[in-house]
């Protein structure tokens, strides 16, 4: 209901709109909480590992094998390969490694990776998608840019993605770059489709037919008039499109085929760690808690998001 | 609508056709190839890795290999690169073990789904709701691996069930009503795993579905004809909130080859997906493309198959 002081009220802004219906929900404001607590790890680990070099992830003392959480090391490790904190927070794994420094530099790189494929698969769609979107008109030859461009979407849809993602990764070398271009390079294909359905119903609104009449080249009407408008779908997948990354990310390694070492992911921590389920559980619970807690806060941020921009999800 | 099915079926087709060539030249182009596998083998001569190029036709042009593929495949005659067995029976036996897992998986998943979704959409803001809401997410959230080595350790360390591969080994001689209860609990297990993300997804979708369709105007209009609540709910909303899920069931159709490769790893189930990944680990080319032909082709089913649904269920959708 619309009150005599909501009407005298200055009209809010979008953004305040869209910032408090974020903030007044619960599972965002946990989501978000847990996001930056796993961003001051990366960043923690950064700083604790690489500029201080107090924490040492690789390191390796086969007589501290399989410590449990918080356990000291033993008197026969030399004082400098001692870990930093003078215990070892979260135990160590089969090579005596300390796990608290390699998940805090596998928070670090299992971001990075989940962040660069969806920031590859996003570009991809949204280019993909406005160009057969507002050019799609255009004839090359007997076929338009439109029909090419979606054939060619429907092309990549038809590959099983789990399969083709393992075809590609396993007959390539290994490496953490390959995986992220992989994973980034088969999952554009929804963003787009709704990028191109969205940039077609705005295509025909008067803003537009006005940007046009001033003359502007189209890359400009794509990128100033039409995306913005379509950013708040595009926002949504990318938040549960990293999380989706970082699952696959985890698969991959159990399957053999994630980031290799040196670098360490949650992902390649957890596998690891299967092998020692029974003598050391907390090498495979406390991975796979994290990546279950990350997936799930990115998730309910995206849905969280998705109420929030879409004003007709709103709760009443 | 026939001319539209038969139009469809033509466009399809050559999708198929260039799903296959573009599948054929990105493994072919890789690096790396099957002669080379054993690259460090002090017997293995410049000669006899000729010898092999030559006898899987690795040394003949891009395009001539495609065909040589076609042909074989066509003629029933495509060998493995590793065992020199003929691929397509080889598909199909595991393609039956891998079946009774699919389809168990779907039956659960659907039969659960739509309960789950509905009550929670009736209850909405309710304890039921929040919980199968969160349960939900961390379902989608937690990795399968994750999540499957813990229900195994407690599965065979609670219950003392059988976890691995499709029937316990020696048990061939025992009684019938032994052997069929060995079947049912081996499939216990790797189904539920199959089965959680669907129900995950499928009750969540089935939820926003149902709470759309409970705020549409016919339903208000139906409350205030002064109809009883039930027949509203079941006969007007949710007869229109299931409406989409025809075409979900076309487009699960592809998980058969490619959702179960973990599953099916983790269990040592003699799937399709395990058979796809120690393909793949070999680079045994013909079955990789093959078993992806096969994915390619229950993709663009699932699609058709799920437009016709559509408007066969839909009187507003006409197909042109």
């Not at chain 1, 092998?275 to 495979?284: C, N, Q």
């Not at chain 2, 067995?85 to 739509?114: D, K």
């Not at chain 2, 006969?235 to 099916?264: C, D, K, W, Y």
């Not at chain 2, 699932?302 to 006409?318: E, K, Q």
């Amino acid at each position: 209901m619309t009150t005599p002081s909501d009407l005298d009220a200055p009209p809010r802004s979008r953004a305040r709109e869209v910032a408090d219906a974020l903030r007044g929900d619960r599972a965002t404001r946990w989501s978000a909480a847990t996001l930056a607590l796993v961003l001051l790890a990366a960043l923690a680990g950064e700083i604790l590992i690489g500029a201080t070099g107090l924490l040492d992830p690789a390191t390796v003392r086969l007589p501290d094998k399989l410590l449990p959480p918080l356990s000291a090391p033993s008197a026969t490790i030399a004082v400098a390969e001692r870990p930093g904190l003078g215990i070892y927070l979260l135990g160590t794994d089969d090579l005596g490694r300390d796990v608290f420094a390699r998940m805090l530099e596998g928070s670090a790189v299992t971001l990075t990776v989940g962040f660069v494929a969806v920031a590859i698969a996003i570009s991809i769609g949204v280019a993909v998608g406005s160009i057969a979107g507002y050019l799609g008109q255009v004839r090359l030859g007997p076929f338009t840019v439109d029909g090419v461009l979606m054939r060619f979407t429907d092309v990549m849809l038809c590959f099983p993605t789990f399969f083709l993602i393992l075809t590609a990764v396993a007959l390539l070398p290994p490496s953490i770059y390959n995986i992220m271009v992989v994973i980034g390079l088969t999952g554009w294909m929804g963003t787009a489709r709704f990028v191109r359905a969205e940039v077609l119903s705005l295509a025909r609104q008067d803003f537009v037919l006005a940007a046009r009449a001033l003359g502007l080249p189209p890359t400009r009407v794509i990128v100033r008039h039409l995306l913005p408008n379509a950013a708040a779908p595009v926002l949504v997948t990318a938040t549960v499109s990293v999380a989706s990354a970082i699952l696959v990310e985890s698969s991959l390694s159990f399957l053999g085929f994630g980031v290799p070492p040196p670098h360490a992911t949650w992902g390649n921590i957890l596998s690891d760690g299967k092998d020692y389920v029974f003598d050391a559980p907390w090498l495979f619970t406390i991975p796979g808690l994290a990546i279950l807690a990350v997936v799930l806060a990115f998730n309910l941020l995206g849905e969280g998001l998705r109420e929030a921009l879409d004003p007709r999800l709103r709760r009443r | 609508m026939l001319g539209y099915l038969l139009r469809s079926l033509i466009e399809r087709l050559v999708l198929l056709v260039v799903v296959s060539v573009l599948a054929h030249a990105m493994v072919h182009l890789a690096p790396g190839e099957p002669s080379e596998v054993d690259p460090m083998n002090p017997r293995m001569k410049p000669e006899d890795v000729a010898r092999l190029r030559a006898a899987f036709h690795l040394d003949e042009p891009l395009h001539l290999q495609y065909a040589y593929w076609v042909r074989d495949l066509a003629t029933g005659e495509l060998r493995s690169f590793k065992d020199n067995q003929p691929v397509l029976p080889r598909i199909g036996e595991r393609f039956m073990n891998s079946l009774p897992l699919f389809v168990l998986a779907t039956l659960v998943i659907w039969t659960l789904s739509f309960p789950l979704g509905v009550q929670a959409a009736l209850r909405r803001g309710s304890r039921f709701d929040r919980t199968t809401t969160v349960l939900a997410y961390a379902l989608i959230a937690i990795p399968g691996f994750f999540l499957a080595y813990l229900v195994i350790i407690a599965a065979v360390q609670v219950l003392g069930l059988p976890v691995i591969g499709m029937r316990t080994f020696g048990a061939e001689t025992a009684p019938l009503s032994v052997r069929v209860m060995d079947r049912i609990w081996h499939l216990a297990l790797p189904t539920l795993m199959l089965a959680f993300g669907g129900i995950a997804m499928l009750s969540r979708y089935a939820r926003a579905q149902m709470i759309e369709v409970l705020a549409a105007d016919y339903v208000r209009t139906a409350h205030a004809k002064g109809l009883p609540a039930e027949t509203v709910t079941y006969r007007h909303a949710l007869r229109n909130a299931l409406l989409p899920f025809v075409t979900m069931f076309g487009l699960m159709l592809p998980g058969l080859v490619g959702g179960s490769v973990i599953i099916e790893q983790i269990f040592a189930w003699p799937g399709i997906g395990r058979l796809g990944y120690e393909a793949i680990l070999g680079r045994d080319y013909p079955v990789v493309l093959t078993l992806n032909l096969f994915a390619a082709v229950l993709t663009v089913a699932g699609t058709f198959l799920s437009d016709v649904l559509y408007a066969l269920a839909d009187p507003r959708i006409r197909l042109r």
